[in-house]
């Protein structure tokens, strides 16, 4: 044969993977259309969105490693780990997250009456009842939901808008979010919204100082079809282990009973006013708003000690007069011992200055 | 043509061997399993190892769950990289040649020969470890079992699934077989050619536990391979497995391209 035809085969392969190549480029730089929607307006569509019924495939990824991996697993792993996630969503209390893994997944069933928690590596179901304190779950990670959160107390002078983008095929408003409180740790949150439902797409949240998002959540895929009930239902299998549910409420109300002099909350931190949370004991305080939040937790003293000890060892923590204080991203903790009281935790989306001005007032000592 | 290559393929004792040796750890694990009673905790070891203890008849999946990281890839290495490169060892390449067909058509018929080879190896460890797996453990023929998404599924579901989970499992392996086939057509040694194409699995599996080689994760030959788990999650997961057929469609279509480039014009000379 000649070497001619030879060429002419070789450049037949060099085409087809030349094309191969480019194709996922291409997609990727479809351009979004952009519409003249004021982020005011925006704002208001997405945090509107929760009756949107949908399903889709979403995966977050956060860079927040906390050393609770011991005592909170799941949380620890919800904000370190990329997270693939398969929702559906029929309403605000009749939705379906399943946490997918390579070998298993985890599905989180809300129906108005509470939620039940599938997981298939240990094969056991757990019913709870709705609780007005949590932990952090898969489906706060969903895109919809943690943008109409973070969405939801932001004011019109924080919001502005930032073009559009392509999310799971659909063209996306962005919309950032820039808080004005003084003690914010978050530097901007992106929204990525829906035009045509107000669906929040995609949740980008960097921290002060930061370049790369703390927290990335988005939709990779996502139909606006109404999901059938019989997916987001469910009834425990025959072969699975049923367990009560977790009580935190209760556990927190434990530690704060315990206490022979509590410390008397103030009614200001570190320049943030305390809010009323409904169902929660009056010894844990949550102070900010918005994107800005400071919580006061009393710890039970078992908890205290194994916090302590694991705070002590993880790298970057410092220790001062008020107690031992760690960041992640853009979340700080302080565990603080008042003298003649319990331990108490301060967790939130504050400055490490912020916290320690905080630690200090509970404390008692000068900050 | 193709006749010929597929007699040839399973009229040799060595496919026979190949086959029963991957069947081997399967039925090693199945009778450590019997005897000690100790089945992996759920969500670790291979996918559904956990649950063959209560159900036997979802040993065929855990067998390909065994097979599919090492072994499964290893005899297809082996056989697709044999393909070419020992008919050109063995010195008959040349006569092969020699007969009015085209090289075009004997490369068509090796590759058919090597994926008749990736169906049966599938199928017959998959048959073996139903075999095992009802022998060994309880069946359970009326209540079939749980999704993964834990849902209950009929016993026609369960097979249905079972089959479909076959059928990707041996379409995963055609990535594998068209490196092996394509380097068979570069080198004379088959040795070098099956090297080759691990290789190359070998440096995909280990780029995937990188979080720095997740830009390139998706095009990865053994991205997919584990998603015949999201065959039996409820509602199915399809996307995985509709990427992962893509992704296989992509490799086999560009390698035998660059094999029909490099082979029909090669100089033949053993």
């Known amino acids: 044969m000649s070497g001619h035809g030879r060429a002419r085969r070789w450049a037949v392969v060099a085409a087809l993977v030349a094309v191969l190549l480019a194709l996922p480029a291409l997609v990727g730089a479809l351009p979004a259309e952009d519409a003249d929607v004021p982020a005011a307006e925006l704002r208001a569509a997405a945090v509107a969105s929760a009756g949107v019924a949908f399903s889709g495939y979403a995966v977050s990824a956060g860079g927040l490693s906390l050393p609770v991996s011991e005592q909170l697993p799941g949380v620890a792993d919800l904000l370190s780990d990329r997270t693939a996630m398969r929702v559906w969503w029929r309403g605000p209390d009749e939705h379906r997250v399943d946490v997918v893994g390579a070998a298993g997944e985890t599905g989180v069933h809300t129906d108005p009456g509470g939620t039940w928690t599938w997981e298939f590596e240990s094969a056991t179901a757990r019913r709870d009842a709705p609780a007005a304190l949590a932990l952090p779950a898969p489906p ?38 820039v808080p004005a409180a003084p003690a914010a740790s978050v530097a901007r949150v992106d929204v990525w919204v829906d035009g045509g439902t107000g669906l929040p797409l995609a949740v980008e949240v960097v921290a002060d100082g930061a370049t790369v998002p703390a927290l990335d959540t988005r939709f990779l895929d996502v139909d606006l079809a109404t999901p059938p009930a019989g997916v987001v ?65 009393p710890l039970p003293g078992r908890l205290a000690a194994g916090l302590r000890s694991t705070l002590a060892a ?54 | 043509m193709i ?46 190892l956990s649950a063959v203890l209560t159900n036997g008849q979802l040993y065929p999946l855990a067998a390909l769950a065994i097979v599919l990281p090492l072994f499964l890839p290893i005899a297809v290495a082996v056989v697709s990289g044999d393909a070419v490169a020992g008919e050109a060892q063995a010195g008959t390449l040349r006569y092969l040649l020699a007969r009015p067909v085209g090289r075009t058509r004997l490369l068509v018929a090796k590759l058919v020969a090597v994926l008749a080879f990736v169906l049966v190896t599938v199928v017959v460890v998959a048959a073996v470890g139903y075999l095992v797996g009802t022998l060994l453990f309880d069946a359970q023929p009326v209540a079939a ?11 026609e579901q ?47 599996s280990l780029l995937l536990t990188l979080d720095a080689a997740s830009p390139i994760a998706p095009y990865l030959p053994t991205r997919y391979w584990l998603a015949f788990v999201d065959l039996f999650r409820d509602p199915v997961l399809w996307r995985d497995v509709v990427r992962g057929l893509a992704l296989q469609g992509v490799y086999v279509g560009v390698l035998l391209t660059a094999a029909w480039a490099n082979f029909t014009t090669k100089d033949v000379t053993s």
Do not use: C, H, Q
């Open chain 1, 314 to 367: 993880a790298p970057g923590a410092v220790r001062d007069g008020s107690g031992t204080r760690i960041t992640a991203g853009p979340l700080g903790l302080v565990l603080v011992e008042p003298p003649r009281s319990g331990a108490y935790l301060l967790v939130g989306t504050v400055t490490p200055d912020a916290l320690a001005e905080a630690a200090a007032t509970l404390t008692g000592a000068p900050s």
């Open chain 2, 3 to 48: 006749g010929v290559e597929l007699r040839k393929t399973f009229g040799r004792p060595r496919t026979w061997t190949t086959i029963a040796v991957l069947n081997a750890l399967p039925v090693l694990v199945a009778v450590l399993l019997r005897i000690t009673d100790l089945a992996p905790r759920p969500g670790e070891g291979p996918p559904f």
């Open chain 2, 145 to 155: 079992g749980t999704s993964v998404s834990g849902t209950s599924l009929t016993a």
């Open chain 2, 158 to 204: 369960l097979a249905g699934r079972t089959l479909l989970a076959i059928g990707y499992v041996a379409v995963s392996m055609l990535g594998v077989a068209a490196f092996g086939l394509f380097f068979s057509t570069l080198t004379d040694s088959p040795l070098a050619a099956a090297l080759g194409a691990l290789a190359v699995l070998v440096t995909s």
């Open chain 1, 233 to 297: 239902a469910f009834t425990p299998p025959a072969e699975a282990r049923v367990l009560p549910g977790e009580d935190t409420g209760g556990l927190l109300r434990e530690a704060a009973d315990r206490e022979l002099s509590p410390v008397r909350l103030p009614a200001e931190l570190a320049g943030l006013a305390r809010r009323a949370v409904d169902g929660a004991p009056a010894t844990v305080g949550l102070y900010g708003s918005g994107v800005t939040l400071l919580a006061v937790a």
């Open chain 1, 140 to 177: 706060d990670l969903v895109p919809a939901a943690l943008g109409r959160r973070l969405l939801s107390e932001a004011t019109d002078d924080e919001l502005s808008r930032i073009g559009a983008r392509r999310v799971a095929g659909r063209d996306a408003l962005g919309l950032r979010l």
